[in-house]
C-alpha cells in the first residue's frame, strides 16, 4: 500500500516537472466529436500556453461549445484527445478536471439553494477540506461581488448574479485554467464591464479560454485568439497578427479629380501594388479608386505623390486598418 | 484589495473517495427534507401507511399471534402506496439535474459517475428509511389511546401493540433489503430519461412488473420453473419476514440486484453523456 502511495507521487512529481518545463496548459491533438451523421468538431488541435488569454471565436453553432465541452472532460471526443496540465483528458480525466474551473454556457444552478450553501457545496465537490472551504467560498463571493446576495435563493437572482455565481463556482479551488463559455453572454454593459475587469485581474494568476462573439471584448483582453468554423479551426494567432495577414489590410482609397486612365496606370506601376480597382465615377469628374496592396504595407504617401505629379487634386486617401472583425467575417464567410 | 495573492493561499486538498460521496450525500439529502418535497413524500406515506393500519387493526382484532406490521404488510393497501413510493422518491434525482443542465457541472467537477450515483443513491435510500420511522410511534400511540379511553369513558381497553423484537426486526429488516433494490431501479430509471414523468413512469412500470413476477406461482401454480419466481417472490419474503423468520436469501438477492443496478446507472449515465 505505502509502496503505491510512494510511486503516485513520485508519477505525479514527475508529471508536474514536465509541465514546468513545457509551459502548456492545454494541448489539443486531432479533436474530433460527431453527433450520428453531424461532425461538430474536426480534427481540432490546438496549444495553450499558460498564461495565455485566449479568445474563441466563431458564429453560432461553429463548434465552440461542443469543443469547450470536450475539454472539460463532459463530452468525451470521438477521436483525438487532449491534455490540461499534462493530465489526458480520457486516461485521467478527475487529475485533469481538478485543473479546471468551467462556468457552462447559460450558467446552470441549483435554484433551490442559497448562494453560499452551493458555493460551499461547489467547494468540497471539487475536493477543497477543512478551513479552506470557508475561505474559498468567501474569497469567490468577495471576488465577484457576490456579498449582498450571499443569502439569497438562487432562484431569485437576476441573471447577472446568476453569471456572478457560476464564475465564483469557476474560481473556487483557485484553478489553473478558467474555460468560460460566453461569460458576458446577457449582461448589460456595466455588467460586461465588470466581468471584464475581473477576467483582466484573473489573467494574473490563471489560463483563461473565453467565449464568446462580441469581438471587442477579445480585443480588449484576450492575447491569442482561436477562430472556428463549421468545426474547423481556421485560425490560432494574437489578434495583430491575425489582422496584419488579413487581405483587407494595407487597402487604399483614394478620390481625385482628373482623368482616369492615366492615374490607374501611374498608381498601378507602384511596387506593392497589386491591383487598382475603379469604385465610382462622379459627375463632376471625381473618380474614387481603390488600391489593392500586400498586406503590411503602407502606399498612401506614393500614391499621394503620384496624384501630385500629374497635378490632379486630392480630396480623400484613407487605408483600411484592419480589425478582428474583418477577420472574423473573411474567415467564416459562407460565399 | 486586501484579499491574499494566490501564492499565499494553501488549499487543503482530499481525494478521499468517501468524501465526496458524502458531500453529494449531504446536498441530496438535504434536498429532500429542506424543501416541501420531501414532507409531501412523508405526508403521502404516512396517510396511506394509516389506510392500511385501519384495514390491518380489524384483521388483528379477529386473528391473535402476530405484531402489527405482519398484517400491515400483507394486506393489498400496502402495496398500493409502496409501489407508487419508489417513483416519488427517486423520478427527479437525476432527470432534474439533466433537465436544469446541472449534470454538466457535476460532471465537470472532479468527481466520478460512480460517486455521483452512489452519493445520490444513498441520500434517496436513507431518505426511504425514514419513511418508516414513524410507524415506530405506533405502539406508543396505542398506549396513549388506552390512557385516554380510561380517564374518559372509564373502560380498562387492553389492545395494544407490543415491542417485540421479533415483530419489528424482520418487518423492518425485508423493507430495508427490498427498498435498497427498488430505490436502486428508480434511480436507474431516472438515470434514462431528462424527464422526470417518463422516470416516474418507467420505475412504476417496473415495479408493477416485479410485483406480478412476485404473485406468478399464485397465478399459474406449480411449473418447472416456478423456483425461480419463489426465490425473488417479495411478497412471499415480506410475508415469511414480518412473521419474524428471518432468512439470508433475500439478503443475498437485494443486494446483488441493487449492486447490479447500480452498475447499470453508472453505465447509463456514461453512454448518455458519450452519445449526447
Known amino acids: 500500500m505505502n509502496r503505491m502511495a510512494g510511486e503516485f507521487w513520485l508519477e505525479k512529481w514527475l508529471i508536474s516537472a514536465s509541465i514546468i518545463s513545457r509551459m502548456s496548459m492545454v494541448q489539443a491533438q486531432h479533436l474530433h466529436k460527431a453527433f450520428g451523421r453531424f461532425v461538430a468538431v474536426k480534427d481540432a488541435s490546438f496549444n495553450i500556453e499558460k498564461g495565455e488569454i485566449i479568445g474563441f471565436l466563431g458564429p453560432n453553432g461553429a463548434g465552440k461549445t461542443t469543443t469547450l465541452k470536450m475539454l472539460t472532460g463532459y463530452l468525451p471526443p470521438s477521436a483525438g484527445t487532449a491534455s490540461i496540465a499534462g493530465y489526458d483528458i480520457t486516461d485521467n480525466p478527475i487529475e485533469a478536471r481538478r485543473h479546471i474551473g468551467y462556468m457552462p454556457e447559460n450558467v446552470p444552478l441549483y435554484d433551490d439553494m442559497r448562494v453560499y450553501e452551493f458555493l460551499d457545496y461547489r467547494a468540497r465537490l471539487k475536493g477543497i477540506c477543512g478551513r479552506s472551504v470557508r475561505q474559498q467560498v468567501v474569497r469567490a463571493i468577495e471576488r465577484c461581488g457576490l456579498e449582498v446576495k450571499r443569502r439569497s435563493l438562487i432562484r431569485t437572482l437576476s441573471k447577472g448574479y446568476r453569471q456572478r455565481v457560476g464564475l465564483a463556482d469557476a474560481l473556487l479551488g483557485e484553478p489553473d485554467l478558467l474555460i468560460l463559455d460566453e461569460p458576458t453572454n446577457g449582461l448589460d454593459p456595466n455588467q460586461i464591464r465588470q466581468i471584464r475587469e475581473l477576467i483582466h485581474e484573473l489573467s494574473e494568476n490563471h489560463t483563461v479560454i473565453l467565449s464568446t462573439h462580441i469581438l471587442s471584448e477579445v480585443e480588449m483582453i484576450c492575447n491569442k485568439v482561436i477562430i472556428i468554423d463549421q468545426g474547423v479551426i481556421k485560425a490560432a494567432d494574437t489578434p495583430e497578427n491575425l489582422t496584419t495577414s488579413l487581405r483587407a489590410a494595407g487597402r487604399v482609397t483614394v478620390e481625385f479629380k482628373g482623368a482616369l486612365e492615366p492615374a490607374m496606370e501611374a498608381l498601378a506601376s507602384i511596387e506593392a501594388i497589386k491591383k487598382v480597382i475603379h469604385e465610382a465615377s462622379f459627375d463632376d469628374g471625381w473618380h474614387s479608386l481603390t488600391l489593392r496592396a500586400e498586406p503590411g504595407t503602407d502606399t498612401r504617401e506614393r500614391a499621394a505623390t503620384i496624384i501630385a505629379e500629374l497635378g490632379y487634386p486630392l480630396r480623400h486617401i484613407y487605408r483600411h486598418v484592419p480589425t478582428l472583425e474583418d477577420v472574423f467575417v473573411e474567415m467564416t464567410r459562407r460565399d | ?276
Open chain 2, 1 to 276: 484589495m486586501a484579499t491574499p495573492k494566490l501564492s499565499d493561499t494553501t488549499i487543503n486538498h482530499s481525494t478521499s473517495y468517501l468524501r465526496t460521496v458524502m458531500t453529494i450525500f449531504a446536498r441530496e439529502f438535504r434536498s429532500f427534507i429542506a424543501t416541501p418535497f420531501g414532507w409531501v413524500i412523508l405526508a403521502c406515506a404516512m396517510g396511506l401507511q394509516g389506510f392500511s393500519l385501519q384495514t390491518s387493526l380489524k384483521v388483528m382484532s379477529q386473528a391473535t399471534g402476530e405484531g402489527l406490521l405482519f398484517y400491515m404488510l400483507n394486506d393489498m393497501t400496502f402495496w398500493f402506496f409502496y409501489i407508487f413510493l419508489f417513483p416519488l422518491i427517486t423520478m427527479r434525482l437525476l432527470a432534474e439535474e439533466e433537465r436544469m443542465g446541472t449534470l454538466e457541472g457535476l460532471l465537470t467537477a472532479p468527481v466520478t459517475t460512480a460517486q455521483i450515483v452512489l452519493g445520490k443513491y444513498l441520500a434517496a435510500y436513507a431518505f426511504y428509511l425514514l419513511l418508516w420511522l414513524p410507524l415506530l410511534t405506533y405502539p406508543m400511540m396505542s398506549e396513549l389511546a388506552n390512557y385516554y379511553t380510561l380517564l374518559r369513558y372509564d373502560i380498562v381497553a387492553d389492545g395494544t401493540i407490543d415491542y417485540r423484537l421479533a415483530d419489528w426486526i424482520g418487518p423492518y429488516s425485508i423493507l430495508a433489503f427490498t427498498g435498497a433494490f427498488f430505490v436502486a431501479m428508480g434511480l436507474m430509471c431516472s438515470a434514462i430519461s431528462g424527464s422526470q414523468i417518463i422516470s416516474g413512469i418507467i420505475c412504476t412500470g417496473l415495479m408493477i412488473t416485479y410485483y406480478f413476477a412476485s404473485r406468478v406461482t399464485e397465478l399459474w401454480g406449480e411449473f418447472p420453473a416456478a423456483s425461480i419466481f419463489h426465490y425473488i417472490s417479495c411478497t412471499d419474503q415480506i410475508s415469511s419476514f414480518s412473521r419474524g423468520l428471518i432468512d439470508t436469501r433475500p439478503l443475498v438477492l437485494y443486494l446483488s440486484l441493487t449492486l447490479m443496478t447500480l452498475a447499470i446507472t453508472k453505465r447509463i449515465i456514461d453512454y448518455r453523456r458519450w452519445r449526447r
